[in-house]
């Protein structure tokens, strides 16, 4: 069963606004989140993480949102560039998988010019 | 450092042969896991290995799936016998311990198509 959820299969975004990526997980355990960003032919390349005793992190144009009660977070690029069209992967990591990484399925993103 | 380097990058064999992916993770990282990209699953986890040891195999879809970890430097995930259900792209990445907060490192993946 998936417990890493990413709803949207496909985003699309205009250079220069805001996009904003969702993720939901079932696992109350889970206490450390991570975004991945992947090309394609290229393997998934490790983007920004947020720890359960946050609820925000910052990182450049990146930020991640936690929200543990809602079971919810959320990545925010702003502003968005063409060469940010990738698929993102959202994952988390709890002592109950070994620590072991679980993935959603991955959410497309189109930067269109 | 090369990074995690998978072999072959694209494979096509037919039904009922048997494929082996190789993968030499980043050297002095302890964990190797190997994952499977397909659009209905996403990325899922089918083994991980600590210290040349198997430790989660839970995500192996079948016996026809098996991997080994001989040493530090090389792991392999065999099916035999192939089918095309099978056909996704297979990541191997390595870290220097299980825990995810450590981040993975993802090699370019094998795309195994079987027809």
Same mark, same amino acid.
């Not at chain 1, 990526?21 to 696992?27: A, E, G, I, V």
């Given at each position: 069963?998936?417990?890493?959820?990413?709803?949207?299969?496909?985003?699309? %975004?205009?250079?220069?606004?805001?996009?904003?990526?969702?993720?939901?997980? +079932?696992?109350?355990?889970?206490?450390?989140?991570?975004?991945?960003?992947?090309?394609?032919?290229?393997?998934?390349?490790?983007?920004?993480?947020?720890?359960?005793?946050?609820?925000?992190?910052?990182?450049?144009?990146? +930020? %991640?949102?936690?929200? /543990?009660?809602? /079971?919810?977070?959320?990545?925010?690029? %702003?502003?968005?560039?063409?060469?940010?069209?990738?698929?993102?992967?959202?994952?988390?990591?709890?002592?109950?998988?070994?620590?072991?990484?679980?993935?959603?399925?991955? +959410?497309?993103?189109? %930067? +269109?010019? | 450092?090369?990074?995690?380097?998978?072999?072959?990058?694209?494979?096509?064999?037919?039904?009922?042969?048997?494929?082996?992916?190789?993968?030499?993770?980043?050297?002095?990282?302890? #964990?190797?896991?190997?994952? &499977?990209?397909?659009?209905?699953?996403?990325?899922?986890?089918?083994?991980?290995?600590?210290?040349?040891?198997?430790?989660?195999?839970? $995500?192996?879809?079948?016996?026809?799936?098996?991997?080994?970890?001989?040493?530090?430097?090389?792991?392999?995930?065999?099916?035999?016998? #192939?089918?095309? &259900?099978?056909?996704?792209?297979?990541?191997?990445?390595?870290?220097?311990?299980?825990? $995810?907060?450590? $981040?993975?490192?993802?090699?370019?993946?094998?795309?195994?198509?079987?027809?």
């Amino acid at each position: 069963d998936q417990q890493v959820k990413q709803n949207s299969p496909s985003l699309s %975004v205009q250079e220069g606004r805001i996009s904003i990526l969702n993720c939901d997980y +079932t696992n109350s355990m889970f206490d450390y989140f991570l975004w991945y960003k992947k090309y394609p032919a290229e393997g998934p390349t490790f983007l920004i993480s947020i720890s359960s005793i946050k609820d925000k992190n910052e990182d450049g144009r990146f +930020t %991640v949102f936690l929200n /543990k009660s809602a /079971k919810h977070l959320s990545l925010h690029i %702003v502003p968005s560039q063409p060469g940010d069209s990738a698929v993102y992967f959202c994952a988390a990591s709890g002592e109950n998988s070994g620590y072991a990484l679980n993935f959603g399925k991955g +959410t497309s993103l189109l %930067v +269109t010019p | 450092d090369a990074g995690v380097i998978q072999s072959p990058r694209h494979e096509v064999t037919e039904m009922g042969q048997e494929v082996t992916l190789r993968c030499k993770p980043i050297s002095g990282h302890n #964990s190797l896991f190997w994952y &499977r990209q397909t659009m209905m699953r996403g990325l899922e986890l089918l083994i991980y290995f600590n210290n040349n040891v198997p430790i989660d195999d839970s $995500g192996m879809p079948e016996d026809r799936f098996s991997a080994k970890m001989p040493n530090a430097s090389f792991s392999t995930l065999k099916i035999q016998p #192939s089918e095309p &259900r099978d056909s996704a792209v297979y990541f191997c990445a390595s870290s220097p311990m299980v825990a $995810g907060w450590y $981040g993975y490192t993802f090699g370019s993946g094998t795309r195994l198509t079987v027809v």
